[in-house]
Nanobody, 119 residues
Framework: QVRLVESGGGLVQTGGSLRLSCAASGRTFSLSTMGWFRQAPGKEREFVAAISWSGGSTYYADSVKGRFTMSRDNAKNAVYLHMNSLKPEDTAVYYC????????????WGQGTQVTVSS
């Protein structure tokens, strides 16, 4: 199976930056896509960004375009989310997800890391 461990969350001020990391271990050969999702209090989990392992193509939610950048390091089996110009509305638990190419949706999830942006 696959284990995902997020790190890098914390408390920052509006306009600040953070870099989230997600380390994957286990049967990572099965994975095709990695993604970041977030869930704020009282809201549903929403898509933030995704990247393909093979080609590195990235996709972003409209709310984070121009501010967040996702990257990958295949050698380390890790993906990152560089977050700039953070806003209070970015406050949420951020989850790393992984999916197999043969399935729809995401198959594995990390436990999440808290990001809090204060004004």
């Amino acid at each position: 199976q696959v284990r995902l461990v997020e790190s890098g969350g914390g408390l920052v001020q509006t306009g600040g930056s953070l870099r989230l990391s997600c380390a994957a271990s286990g049967r990572t050969f099965s994975l095709s896509t990695m993604g970041w999702f977030r869930q704020a209090p009282g809201k549903e989990r929403e898509f933030v960004a995704a990247i393909s392992w093979s080609g590195g193509s990235t996709y972003y939610a409209d709310s984070v375009k121009g501010r967040f950048t996702m990257s990958r390091d295949n050698a380390k089996n890790a993906v990152y989310l560089h977050m700039n110009s953070l806003k209070p509305e970015d406050t949420a638990v951020y989850y790393c997800g992984a999916r197999k190419g043969s399935t729809a949706g995401y198959d594995y999830w990390g436990q999440g890391t808290q990001v809090t942006v204060s004004s």
